[in-house]
């Protein structure tokens, strides 16, 4: 039987480019398996929404279907053949066969799950290089599966061992307990990378829109080379007090007042919050200052990723839209500080008002992320 993929408009680039595979794809055309559908990614602000979750479908779908496993059995993971959602047909294509899939917890929080994706291979093949996927949705919703399931297939045939992992969100969780998941999501596939045949010396993180703020802050802790080969981030906010005003300019649109909350419930205070004299903050008629909440002013110091560029940090590629609610200047700031530290930095824009994961519907996003990928993570190159 063949497995025939139902896409929604918005990832139907993706799906076309799918069926000519870009130069560098695999030229073989991979054995069909059975049918499944995939949801259409809602618009950024569109009605009935709430804003994007960083992945390529509807926030909500059904995550895999695969039993969770706190640490690798074998590596004998179940493929996923459960189908993924029902939608308007709009584009229709043969899909590759599914790879195999588990989902195991690093943690031992319900959050701290991860996604694997991975081919067989024999007793000596090479290890493949792994990408990390960090989902979106303003630190406060989003999931490592729906959303990514059908981009995780695809690298897979690229030749990489794929995870996507879910972290602690806001505001139940405050700064830094993403990152700290996001560490540990890493430490856990170098690990049992031997599991799936991974290198765990070659691994980049992909992140979008907050799970993009993510992956920036691994590629730059410490010496970020020590920690991942390589970052692709699509309309990261890199500085959240940046995405912190911006969301009380005139004319800010309903997301980006959204991201502006959504900085207060990560870090669990308000910056520039008025204390007044004698009073509790905000509750009295003193003259009062504009301060800041205690703490808060280190914690977004912390949370934007210029303050901990250094030299040895890892290469990275910056993707936003044109008319992005997450403006260019979320990067070109980030990038220019990386240049200045002798990291390559690339910032590349797309045409639209598209945000995250909603880049994939520019034809040319998807190849020139998987060359970029190879690029960095091909053996021998700069650790």
């Given at each position: 039987m063949r497995k025939v993929l139902v896409c929604g408009a918005a990832f139907a680039a993706t799906c076309v480019s799918a069926v000519a595979l870009p130069g560098g794809a695999h030229a073989n055309s991979p054995a069909p398996t059975p049918s499944a559908t995939v949801p259409a990614v809602p618009p950024a602000d569109g009605p009935g929404t709430t804003g994007p979750s960083g992945g390529p479908e509807t926030p909500g779908t059904e995550s895999p279907s695969a039993s969770s496993t706190t640490l690798p059995e074998n590596g004998q993971g179940a493929p996923d053949g459960e189908p993924d959602g029902t939608v308007t047909a709009q584009a229709v294509m043969v899909t590759p066969e599914l790879p195999k899939f588990r989902t195991y917890a690093y943690g031992k929080a319900a959050a701290q799950k991860i996604d694997a994706y991975w081919r067989d291979s024999g007793p000596r093949a090479t290890p493949r290089p792994v990408v990390l996927i960090?989902?979106?949705?303003?630190?406060?919703?989003?999931?490592?599966?729906?959303?990514?399931?059908?981009?995780?297939?695809?690298?897979?045939e690229e030749g990489f061992v794929v995870m996507s992992a879910n972290y602690r969100l806001a505001p139940k969780a405050h700064w830094p307990a993403q990152r700290d998941d996001s560490m540990s999501a890493l430490a856990f596939i170098k690990k049992h990378a031997r599991v799936w045949n991974a290198d765990a010396s070659r691994v980049a993180v992909i992140g979008s829109s907050a799970g993009g703020q993510l992956a920036t802050q691994l590629g730059t802790l410490g010496t970020g080379t020590r920690q991942v080969r390589g970052v692709v981030a699509l309309s990261p906010p890199n500085n959240p007090f940046l995405a912190y005003t911006d969301g009380a300019k005139p004319g800010a649109t309903p997301s980006q007042r959204k991201l502006r909350q959504a900085v207060v419930d990560l870090m669990n205070c308000v910056p520039g919050a008025r204390t007044e004299t004698g009073t509790e903050a905000g509750t009295g008629t003193g003259?009062?200052?504009?301060?800041?909440?205690?703490?808060?002013?280190?914690?977004?110091?912390?949370?934007?990723?210029?303050?901990?560029?250094?030299?040895?940090?890892?290469?990275?590629?910056?993707?936003?839209?044109?008319?992005?609610?997450?403006?260019?200047?979320?990067?070109?700031?980030?990038?220019?500080?990386?240049?200045?530290?002798?990291?390559?930095?690339?910032?590349?824009?797309?045409?639209?008002?598209?945000?995250?994961?909603?880049?994939?519907?520019?034809?040319?996003?998807?190849?020139?992320?998987?060359?970029?990928?190879?690029?960095n993570l091909k053996p021998g190159s700069t650790e």
């Amino acid at each position: 039987m063949r497995k025939v993929l139902v896409c929604g408009a918005a990832f139907a680039a993706t799906c076309v480019s799918a069926v000519a595979l870009p130069g560098g794809a695999h030229a073989n055309s991979p054995a069909p398996t059975p049918s499944a559908t995939v949801p259409a990614v809602p618009p950024a602000d569109g009605p009935g929404t709430t804003g994007p979750s960083g992945g390529p479908e509807t926030p909500g779908t059904e995550s895999p279907s695969a039993s969770s496993t706190t640490l690798p059995e074998n590596g004998q993971g179940a493929p996923d053949g459960e189908p993924d959602g029902t939608v308007t047909a709009q584009a229709v294509m043969v899909t590759p066969e599914l790879p195999k899939f588990r989902t195991y917890a690093y943690g031992k929080a319900a959050a701290q799950k991860i996604d694997a994706y991975w081919r067989d291979s024999g007793p000596r093949a090479t290890p493949r290089p792994v990408v990390l996927i960090l989902h979106g949705g303003y630190w406060l919703q989003g999931d490592k599966g729906g959303g990514w399931k059908y981009f995780a297939r695809r690298l897979t045939e690229e030749g990489f061992v794929v995870m996507s992992a879910n972290y602690r969100l806001a505001p139940k969780a405050h700064w830094p307990a993403q990152r700290d998941d996001s560490m540990s999501a890493l430490a856990f596939i170098k690990k049992h990378a031997r599991v799936w045949n991974a290198d765990a010396s070659r691994v980049a993180v992909i992140g979008s829109s907050a799970g993009g703020q993510l992956a920036t802050q691994l590629g730059t802790l410490g010496t970020g080379t020590r920690q991942v080969r390589g970052v692709v981030a699509l309309s990261p906010p890199n500085n959240p007090f940046l995405a912190y005003t911006d969301g009380a300019k005139p004319g800010a649109t309903p997301s980006q007042r959204k991201l502006r909350q959504a900085v207060v419930d990560l870090m669990n205070c308000v910056p520039g919050a008025r204390t007044e004299t004698g009073t509790e903050a905000g509750t009295g008629t003193g003259t009062g200052t504009e301060t800041g909440d205690e703490g808060c002013w280190p914690r977004l110091d912390d949370a934007s990723t210029v303050t901990h560029v250094s030299p040895g940090d890892a290469p990275m590629l910056f993707m936003h839209a044109t008319g992005d609610f997450v403006p260019v200047t979320q990067s070109t700031g980030l990038a220019g500080a990386l240049r200045a530290a002798g990291v390559e930095a690339t910032v590349k824009t797309v045409e639209g008002h598209m945000h995250a994961a909603q880049l994939l519907e520019d034809e040319h996003t998807y190849p020139t992320i998987v060359s970029w990928l190879k690029k960095n993570l091909k053996p021998g190159s700069t650790e």
